[in-house]
């Protein structure tokens, strides 16, 4: 691999200052969070990743699509350190400041719809989710919720509800919240019935007409759909169009109101501002959190303000939307119409057709889908019996980390890609360069 300006690994792995910090965080630190590698941050900036022993990375993880504006931009960093210089936190649930009611009039103004909206804030993807899911019962007046199989939405219990994406998330947390019901995701590469790439099987998106409601659902109890417009944790999957028209046709006909989870495909990620303009829909509800404040603790809903009934005193935190995020995330939706959605869309196509042309060599990548930097690449045994090759998957994480590459895995054998919005073309050929070789060497190990 020729040498380029952002990666240089000169020690091993952990290296011994990385090493003293991994025993200090073992020691004391919950076992419950899942580290694919032993990386160990020392500082950041842009897309590049320097730890504890001066080796340096180039982050196509960005801090699992947090990062959006890259690492330390320095627009951002100027307006935190500005707002933190004159206003922390007074609390947006007891009193006013300019920071939060211009970013939920920004929000307002950006969301997909035409009609009036109106936003709450929490601090993280998860509450945006316990807050999408109390308005939509307080709205309707209706218990239920249908999600779906692969889906994420956090982990607190009530978004836990929703969750159906690693039996470990669920398991030993139960009771859950009653009234939720799942369908699979439409998933177009594992499609059966699905003859050609562009045509689609009408049984997969029917399923809740069909099945759901004429069996043990009956409509008028549903309140919400909570979906993922693309299913993050769950595999990068991109449904077909025909899953959204369902969605509109199903909540025009029974009432039933739409929570898009934007959490992780929100904010520009996708190459569009929301992931659901790809798809022609309006959610009643959006739910966003993780790129919408460069990294600072942010979350949101953004509703139709119609729906926004609640009345003083019955959904708040105490810490949401407090004055420095807000300002930075008024500073990253900036930096993102300037520029970084372009990009996104632009330096993701790119990705995403080199993928597509690195299938022709590497036999292990059976699908690449996504949109914008929002990319996942499935990788199986067998492109004929697409048998799913999720040791193949966990090793070219690791491997990539050991090459100096940053990415995460999503679903069960499918590597996912979500470098922060600024990356450029050629930071994107080293990345395609590692992969390829990472994918090479893999291909004809005997794993499982
Ligand atoms: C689609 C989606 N929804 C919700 C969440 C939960 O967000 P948080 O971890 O900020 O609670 C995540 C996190 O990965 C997510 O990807």
């Known amino acids: 691999m020729p040498k380029n300006p952002w990666i240089n690994i000169s020690t091993p792995l952990p290296g011994p200052k990385a090493q003293a910090i991994l025993e200090q965080d073992q020691k004391y630190v919950s076992p419950s969070y899942s580290r694919p590698y032993p990386l160990v941050a020392h500082k950041a900036e842009g897309m590049v990743v320097i730890d504890m022993d001066g080796n340096t990375f180039l982050d196509f993880a ?16 100027r307006v935190i350190q500005e707002q933190a210089a004159q206003l922390i936190h007074l609390s947006g649930t007891d009193f006013y400041y300019p920071q939060l009611s211009a970013l939920a009039q920004k929000l307002a103004e950006i969301a997909p719809g035409s009609g009036e909206k109106k936003v709450y804030f929490g601090n993280s993807g998860t509450e945006a989710i316990e807050a999408a899911l109390k308005l939509a019962r307080y709205a309707t007046g209706r218990k239920k919720f249908i999600a779906f199989y692969g889906g994420f939405h956090g982990r607190t219990l009530g978004a836990l509800s929703l969750t159906a994406s690693k039996p470990v998330q669920r398991r030993g947390f139960g009771p859950l919240l009653e009234g939720v019901t799942h369908v699979p995701y439409p998933d177009c590469y594992r499609c059966p019935e699905r003859p050609a790439r562009d045509s689609c099987h009408p049984a997969c998106v029917r399923v809740i007409e069909d099945q759901l409601f004429k069996t043990i659902l009956s409509p008028e109890e549903v309140a919400a759909i909570v979906f993922e417009p693309i299913q993050g944790e769950g595999g990068y999957v991109v449904p077909p169009p025909e899953f959204f028209d369902e969605l509109k046709r199903l909540s025009r006909q029974h009432g039933i109101l739409l929570i898009a989870d934007e959490v992780q495909s929100g904010m520009g990620r996708t190459g569009k501002m929301f992931a659901v303009e790809h798809f022609g829909i309006e959610p009643d509800i959006i739910a966003l959190a993780k790129g919408i404040a460069s990294g600072l603790p942010l979350g949101a809903i953004v509703a139709r303000a119609d729906l926004m009934s609640w009345p003083p005193g019955s959904h708040a935190s105490t810490f949401g939307g407090n004055p420095v995020s807000c300002a930075a995330a008024s500073e990253t939706i ?42 996942g690449i499935e990788l199986v045994k067998d492109r004929n019996t697409k048998e799913k090759a999720g040791a193949w998957r966990d090793l070219a994480v690791h491997e990539c980390f050991h090459k100096g590459l940053l990415i995460l895995g999503c679903g069960e054998n499918t590597l996912r890609l979500m470098p922060p919005l600024i990356v450029s073309r050629a930071q994107a050929d080293v990345a395609l360069e590692i992969l390829e070789e990472v994918l090479l060497e893999i291909g004809g190990k005997d794993i499982v």
């Open 334 to 375: 900036r930096l993102l119409e300037e520029g970084l959605l372009q990009n996104a869309a632009e330096t993701g196509q790119y990705l995403l057709d080199s993928l597509r042309k690195m299938m022709d060599r590497c036999a292990i990548i059976g699908d690449v889908r996504g949109r914008g930097l929002m990319i």
């Open 62 to 77: 960005a801090g699992i699509a947090v990062c959006a504006t890259g690492h330390c931009h320095p627009r951002i960093v």
